[in-house]
């Protein structure tokens, strides 16, 4: 980490150790000498040990509040640019995608799995190094001004936006709310600064004409048993994506790196060692043959429809789709879920719908856990069949493909 003398971090709390910190960690376990341990969410508990240990320690008198000081006297002192990630879907993705086209050529860091909010983004540059050129950061929303909170602490110079969809209902109201919302990374650029976006019409009101904006367009891909061939700037880049939402984050990954300015001759090594995180859509083998779909990290409308006609699309004999709830639409639920239910039906998906919410999807096969999924799975399944395993962060489903997968 870029030294931090601890002298300046008086102020946020109960402070014990000298000199500079060279690290920054909330779990004890992880703490060394030179580092400091800030104790959030319980790690009071913890303080003694990472004081054993060697670290500096911090009880702070507001967590978020310390956090998003130290945040920012990190990116104060450092001279690398600063990539902030938003959007209703693929936020993840696009950010493991683009940090493997950029860790290739630049020294970059990028967020860890998806600590994407008031830990995570100072976390994240709590790992920026002196010789950092990218610092590519993930930002997460629940609601207005939280975007705008944690772009006070990264101070993004390019802003990304992967998709306007329909999520977190409850807490915007709106496809316009999500737009705004989304906007507030927009909003934070500098002058000059670079936005990536989707084509939305909600996001359209937003843009500045003093920041230089990129629309991505439909991606042209064509996917294929061995990955994704998509065509930019007169070349096929080859990515190991094996679904076309994937292929369009690759995309906006793409356009955020050429805006950057970075060598287009050598993206093919970046893209070779692109690595999504885990339950994105992992594919499994059935015993016997065919494929189970892991996507169980999350859902929300955009991404249970790219899903389903992922899905759809793989010329399985039978296609079966484990589908849970999708979460936080407030009073849209229904309609969302019977749209969808409506959707895989055409496209001639069967689906075992999981947990209350699902009931919605209006499924004549239903049931209440990821136990009894896994079950009703089995009993339809044949060599094969494609199954897709998909629901919301709450209903933890991802252990029902392995399980599948495992079964004899
Ligand atoms: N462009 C896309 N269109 C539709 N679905 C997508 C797209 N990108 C990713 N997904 C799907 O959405 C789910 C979440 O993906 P990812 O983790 O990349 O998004 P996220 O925005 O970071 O989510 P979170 O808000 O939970 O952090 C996965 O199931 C993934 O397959
Ligand atoms: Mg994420």
Known sequence: MIP????????LGDLDGEGEATGLTIDSRTAGPGDLFVAVRGGRAFVADARKRGAATLVPDDEHAALAAIGRALRSRSEARVVG????TGKTSTKDILA?????????????????????????????EPDTELCIVELGMRGFGQIAELCAIARPDVA???????VHLELVGSIEGVARSKAELVAALPEGGIAVVPRSAELEP??????DVRRVGEVDVELSEDGARIAFADELIHFPLRSRHQ???????????????????????????????????EELALPGGGIAINDAYNANPTSMRAALEHLAGLGAERKLA??????????HAARYHRELGTLAAELGIEVVAVGELAREYGAPTWVPDAPAAVAAARERLSPGDAVLVKASRALALEGVAPALANAH
């Open 4 to 11: 931090l003398p601890l002298d300046e971090l008086r102020g």
């Open 85 to 88: 990630i938003t959007g209703s």
């Open 100 to 128: 493997a086209l950029c860790a290739a050529v630049t020294r970059t860091v990028a967020t860890r799995a998806s600590e994407n909010a008031e830990l995570g983004v100072p976390l994240t540059l709590g790992r920026l």
């Open 160 to 166: 990304v936006i992967t998709a306007i969809g329909p």
């Open 206 to 211: 937003h843009l500045r004409s003093d920041v």
């Open 247 to 281: 292929a369009q984050n690759a995309l906006t990954a793409l356009t955020a790196y050429e805006a950057l300015g970075l060598p287009l001759e050598r993206l093919q090594e970046g893209a070779d060692r692109v690595e999504l995180s885990r339950w994105r859509g």
């Open 322 to 331: 484990v589908l849970g709830g999708m979460a936080e639409l407030g009073e």
